[in-house]
């Protein structure tokens, strides 16, 4: 029962550079979010998702897109990787919103811009 | 716009004690507050929530209590034991909204 996957843990980018965290769940989870929490920060929303083929944007998605093309599958891509974009993301999934349900979560992705 | 807010940055009780956690928030259209537990290198995980057409909800060592004439809610570990040693984020949200809101977190240290 792997839950939430998140890949990489790590990673390095130099500014302007592009990459993609993926995420993956083997719930059958509707609804997909990407998270950053920022240090001494509380986690803020980038992108959602309540299904495959509908995205939607949370409270930070400048300078981030997503897909969801499976159930399964909600990879968050960065363009061009600013300083700005350092932080811890994660991943999460959930039944459905509206709800006292709470999420689960990934593991997290740490990611520096240098 | 820090609608969720933990004041204490960090907490440190004796083990068997009781330790509190308080969480404040300023949006008076959420109506679910859930608590969530963060163990170093791993991603969060769901704690316990409470409605807001309730006053209490409680699940073995950990009682969650709202006020909303005060938009206070607290969460309440008794007795508190070693391994409950993590970092603790409050959340809010809105039933008609899919933007869960989180504080910045308490870190709590249960000493042995």
């Known amino acids: 029962n792997a839950g939430v996957t998140q890949t990489p843990k790590f990673r390095i980018l130099k500014i302007g550079q592009s990459m993609t965290l993926q995420c993956a769940q083997d719930m059958n989870h509707n609804y997909m979010y990407w998270y950053r929490q920022d240090p001494g920060m509380g986690l803020k929303l980038i992108y959602y998702s309540v299904g495959a083929g509908i995205t939607d944007k949370g409270e930070v998605p400048n300078g981030y897109n997503v897909s969801r093309s499976t159930t399964e599958d909600f990879p968050l891509r960065l363009e061009l990787a600013a300083p700005s974009q350092t932080s811890v993301y994660f991943c999460a999934s959930s039944y459905r919103t509206g709800t006292g349900m709470g999420y689960t979560f990934g593991s997290g992705t740490r990611l520096t811009v240098v | 716009d820090q609608q969720v807010k933990q004041n204490s940055p960090s907490l440190s009780v004796q083990e068997g004690r009781i330790s509190i956690l308080n969480c404040d928030y300023t949006n008076s259209m959420f109506d679910y507050f859930l608590w969530y537990k963060k163990y170093p290198a791993e991603g969060p995980t769901f704690l316990i929530s409470?409605?807001?057409?309730?006053d209490k909800n409680e699940d073995g060592r950990f009682t969650v209590f709202l006020n909303k004439s005060a938009k206070h809610l607290s969460l309440h570990i008794v007795p508190s034991q070693p391994g409950d040693s993590a970092v603790y984020f409050c959340a809010a949200r809105n039933e008609n909204n899919n933007d869960m809101r989180f504080g910045a977190g308490t870190r709590l240290t249960v000493k042995p």
């Open positions: 409470i409605s807001s057409i309730k």
